[in-house]
């Protein structure tokens, strides 16, 4: 697909069917990645914004934490098995990254996939738990937090897209 037809997708298809890679490069200068399928964007503190939603256990969560910058990065379907096994597989096993067949830079400090359609540099302004107690449908909570890993909730400005 190519940049043109991305850049017309609805927010929905492109996170929710299509998924997409969150990545940040810790102080150390290593990248990681996950595959996502939560998230959305808007306008927020009159910003344009994205965010995302990462549990407590996953190994890309300690990059964005470390991280002033990560990216979004969204690929055409020919991708589509790439982000399953970078959904599946964890960083602290192997190099995933390099044997996913992506071919990463930095840009501002966040990682940018050549192979990506589309790719969003976001600076991070806020971090929050999802909380039990604020869960106003709390069927929501047996579905998808079973084991009490409430997702990390981050907010970041876009600043870039490319």
């Not at 996939?113 to 107690?133: G, P």
Request: aromatic fraction near 12%.
């Amino acid at each position: 697909m190519d940049k043109n037809v991305m850049q017309e997708t609805d927010v929905f298809s492109l996170i929710g069917d299509r998924w997409m890679l969150v990545a940040a490069t810790d102080k150390n200068g290593k990248t990681n990645a996950m595959t996502a399928s939560w998230g959305g964007m808007g306008v927020l503190w009159g910003k344009k914004v994205a965010f995302v939603f990462i549990r407590p256990q996953r190994y890309t969560k300690r990059f964005v934490d470390e991280a002033q910058r990560f990216s979004l990065s969204f690929f055409d379907d020919s991708y589509k098995k790439m982000l399953g096994y970078m959904g599946r597989v964890s960083g602290r096993d192997e190099d995933k990254i390099a044997k996913s067949g992506l071919t990463p830079t930095l840009k501002n400090g966040a990682p940018v996939f050549k192979e990506a359609s589309m790719t969003l540099i976001c600076r991070k302004l806020y971090r929050q738990t999802l909380e039990k107690d604020c869960f106003i449908e709390t069927g929501e909570i047996d579905k998808w937090y079973p084991s009490s890993d409430f997702h990390d909730m981050y907010v970041a400005e876009i600043e870039e897209k490319i």
